[in-house]
């Protein structure tokens, strides 16, 4: 029997070839950005590990890895143009907030205020990060060479239930602690009066991320047990509209 496929007209036929280009070669740029992902975020693991074995102190390890961080965490904003292209079927929102805030920690915390980069939280923060973005990663690159071994899925969708808020506590204890030096040093600051008249106070910017937390957290907290028992236990979970 022919299929439908063969049945149609030329012009229907032009179309599922474009959906089928356009399907392969979005495979494959996500295959090359996985692995890319899941390498970069393995050689921030390896690092972290030869420092601390060698150095035998967390002091100084943050400087050594920032580089690569910086790195790699600010190519995670391609993810939000997957959404926005429809590669992924990911909310842009959900996406949007969680890369932002990423990339708001590592350049506009950590690496502009020198003074906190030997802080436990900040340790704790980005050894957090790496073990879930080596998880990730690796699941997406599995999942999409139809490969995946069941404990990578496992991981995937259990561990974020404690990593994300041991991440979340990292963050706010870092930005708390840059809090002082913030203020005595008026960073990113603009006082009246200037030829612009207007006024940016960071530390009260930096309060107001820190509260932001509490309304924007849950939400993406939510999205993934919503996630976890729609991939673990197949339900179908209705979203909303993000
Ligand atoms: C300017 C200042 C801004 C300040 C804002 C301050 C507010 C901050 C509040 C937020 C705090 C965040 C803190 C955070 O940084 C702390 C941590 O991260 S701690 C570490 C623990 N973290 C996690 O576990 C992260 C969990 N979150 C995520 O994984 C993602 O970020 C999220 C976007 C939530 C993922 O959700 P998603 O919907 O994508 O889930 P899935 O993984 O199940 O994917 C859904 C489908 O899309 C496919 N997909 C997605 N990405 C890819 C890809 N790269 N390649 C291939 N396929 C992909 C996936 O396979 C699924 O497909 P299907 O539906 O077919 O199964």
Known sequence: MASGEEDGTVEEKETNNKKRTKGAIATAWLTFYNIAMTAGWLVLAVAMVRYYLQKGTHKGLYRNIARTLKFFQTFALLEVGHCAIGIVRTSVIVTGVQVCSRIFMVWFVTNS?????????????????????????????????????????????????????????????????????????????????????????????????????????????????RQRRRVLHGEIVVEKDE
Do not use: C
């Open 113 to 225: 205020i020198r003074q906190i980069q030997n802080e436990e939280s900040v340790i704790l923060f980005v050894v957090v990060w790496t073990i879930t973005e080596i998880t990730r990663y690796s699941f997406y690159t599995f999942n999409l060479l139809n490969h995946l071994p069941y404990f990578i899925k496992w991981a995937r969708y259990n561990m974020f239930i404690v990593m994300y808020p041991l991440g979340v506590i990292g963050e706010l204890l870092t930005i708390h602690a840059s809090l002082p030096y913030v203020r005595r040093s008026g960073m990113y600051s603009l006082r009246l009066p200037n030829k612009y008249n207007v006024s940016f106070d960071y530390y009260y910017f930096l309060i107001i991320v820190m509260l932001s937390y509490i309304p924007l957290f849950p939400q993406l907290y939510f999205h993934m047990l």
